[in-house]
């Protein structure tokens, strides 16, 4: 028997979001929305969350600690992450990684007069592009974005450029984790939309782009269902484009007229 659980959605606007997102999302269209999350259940943590990105500019340029280096800084946990460019506009940009390799006094200095920016490695992301963001990993969103990332559930942002917005900045913490050199992820790239594959499967989290249905996936905990452009029937319950759901259950049983992600926990 499976069992079907649809996450709880918190949508949250920020400075950087855009009005009059999909209609899927169930969002006021005058709301400037900058992310979509899935809570879990007060009586199941989970060490994952999946959330939709929704970029009118761009976001702080920021970092996140390893497992390793939370622990020292009071934090629960580290965060790796990644990202699926679900849409890119003709000025979407992300910055992951530097052009060259700089010190972490040298990059702390940089964000004090703003030449980081200059800094940061803009790339010019496609629709299908999978991104990797280890932590420790220098990073930022730019314009024209949607697309879903799937974390390590920890609030652990360290920002260290903000384009002068009101909020904090936490450039000495940020001194003691950042890596900031040229980011080449083996496995970043292009996903092939037509097929079922395993995108990462490493750490503390997988994920899967589902064509149809899932790929043959092993030892996954907590799997996480977001369709992406078409309803799923599972059971009796229909799980809509901009829903997520806990699944109980076996994966190899889902279906789907078009695509969907599955995230799960290792």
């Not at 199941?44 to 996140?64: C, G, N």
Request: charge should be negative.
């Amino acid at each position: 028997m499976t069992e079907l659980t649809k996450l709880t959605t918190k949508i949250v606007d920020k400075p950087w979001g855009v009005r009059g997102i999909d209609p899927h999302f169930a969002a006021d269209p005058g709301r400037q929305v900058g992310e979509i999350w899935f809570e879990a259940p007060s009586n199941r943590p989970l060490d994952v969350m999946a959330k939709y990105l929704f970029t009118s500019e761009r976001l702080s340029i920021q970092v996140h600690p390893d497992d390793a280096l939370a622990t020292t800084m009071g934090m629960p946990s580290g965060k790796d992450e990644c990202w699926i460019v679900l849409e890119a506009g003709q000025d979407a940009e992300l910055g992951i990684g530097t052009h060259e390799p700089v010190s972490p006094d040298r990059i702390v200095e940089a964000a004090k007069d703003g030449s980081i920016v200059d800094m940061i490695d803009w790339r010019r992301p496609k629709e299908g592009d999978f991104v990797f963001n280890p932590a420790r990993t220098i990073h930022a969103l730019g314009p024209g974005l949607t697309l879903l990332e799937i974390q390590q559930s920890a609030d652990v942002t360290l920002r260290l450029y903000d384009y002068g917005r009101d909020r904090p900045l936490h450039l000495e913490q940020s001194r003691s984790v950042v890596d900031a050199r040229p980011h080449h992820h083996r496995l970043d790239g292009p996903i092939d939309r037509s097929r079922s594959k395993v995108l990462v499967d490493q750490g503390h989290f997988g994920v899967a782009w589902c064509h149809g249905s899932a790929p043959a996936l092993t030892a996954v905990r907590d799997l996480q269902i977001l369709p992406i452009d078409a309803p799923m029937a599972i059971d009796d319950i229909t799980l809509k484009p901009g829903e997520c759901a806990l699944f109980d259950g076996d994966p190899s049983s889902l279906s789907s007229s078009g695509n969907f992600v599955l995230a799960w926990s290792r």
